[in-house]
């Protein structure tokens, strides 16, 4: 489990590193999706798009094994 943050409008890539039983990188397909889309949207690559000010969780799945993290999208600091 991990936890970041970006600010409203903004992108984030994510990313995934699949193991196996003796930690050497497995090549495989990681599935990303959201708890809630309304706040965000990712890509097949793990872009995440930031909608809406909240927090989402993020599932990074392959096959019946997945992770999450926690993404805090912030509302933006406009400059006067």
Known sequence: DS????VGGADVQLTA???????AVVDT?????LS????ASIDATGLV??????K??????VDALADTAVVTITE???AR
């Open 76 to 78: 933006p600091v406009i």
């Open 3 to 6: 936890t970041g943050a970006v």
């Open 17 to 23: 590193e699949v193991l196996d039983t003796v930690g």
């Open 29 to 33: 397909t990681v599935v990303w999706t």
């Open 56 to 61: 989402v969780t993020v599932i990074a799945s």
């Open 36 to 39: 809630d889309s309304t706040l």
């Open 49 to 54: 798009s930031a909608v809406a000010e909240g």
